[in-house]
């Protein structure tokens, strides 16, 4: 069993910075590949980034690439979402959620996920 829970959210104008933290419980924290994803009010939860257990791969939407950028410090059993450039449309309840690395299917897909956090939200004003 894997417990996420999410910080880091807040209130930033257009163009700011934000930073976002998952921390896991339990044991393993490598073993498990990470995403993160939001859901924006009237709108379903889309994927935003995801990161192999190892850290080495990750995986973003177009929307949000090379404004984004997801790490993670296993030493920590924590993951991070840098978020730089944020737009109105970034606004959102943001959720990180975790995986087997034995799964091999993209990270894109929300049903392949087994753990989530409770979301932390992020507003950005224009």
């Known amino acids: 069993q894997v417990q996420l829970v999410e910080s880091g959210g807040g209130l930033v104008q257009a163009g700011g910075s934000l930073r976002l933290s998952c921390a896991a419980s339990?044991?393993?924290?490598?073993?498990?590949?990470m995403g993160w994803f939001r859901q924006a009010p009237g709108k379903e939860r889309e994927f935003v980034a995801g990161?192999?257990?190892?850290?080495?791969?990750?995986y973003y939407a177009d929307s949000v690439k090379g404004r984004f950028t997801i790490s993670r410090d296993n030493a920590k059993n924590t993951v991070y979402l840098q978020m730089n450039s944020l737009k109105s449309e970034d606004t959102a309840v943001y959720y990180c959620?975790?995986?087997?690395?034995?799964?091999?299917?993209?990270?894109?897909?929300?049903?392949?996920?087994?753990?989530w956090g409770q979301g932390t939200q992020v507003t950005v004003s224009s």
């Open positions: 959620a975790a995986r087997s690395i034995t799964y091999t299917g993209t990270y894109y897909y929300q049903g392949s996920y087994d753990y």
């Open positions: 990161i192999t257990g190892s850290g080495v791969t990750t």
């Open positions: 339990g044991r393993f924290f490598s073993r498990y590949g």
